[in-house]
């Protein structure tokens, strides 16, 4: 796998091995760890294949502005 386009290395990533090995119980403890009091998480909201996928969590990386300069989408 590609590191994303700001650096990270997708494969140590907590929510992208949650979501291409499909585990759901895993994404509903990431959706409970990252909500704040400001900003609630549902498990749907942990899924993500890499920035460089055509999939999209808007409420995770949809305002990344380092992804939409790299897809040319600014």
Do not use: W
């Not at 994303?4 to 759901?24: H, K």
Request: hydrophobic letters at 25%.
């Amino acid at each position: 796998m590609k590191p994303a386009y700001c650096g990270l290395n997708c494969d140590e990533c907590p929510v992208y091995l949650a979501s291409v090995s499909r585990d759901t119980e895993k994404q509903a403890e990431l959706a409970h760890q990252y909500s704040t009091d400001t900003c609630t998480f549902a498990a749907e909201d942990m899924f993500c294949l890499g920035c460089r996928s055509d999939s999209l969590s808007e409420k995770m990386c949809g305002d990344c502005d380092i992804r939409k300069k790299e897809m040319g989408n600014e």
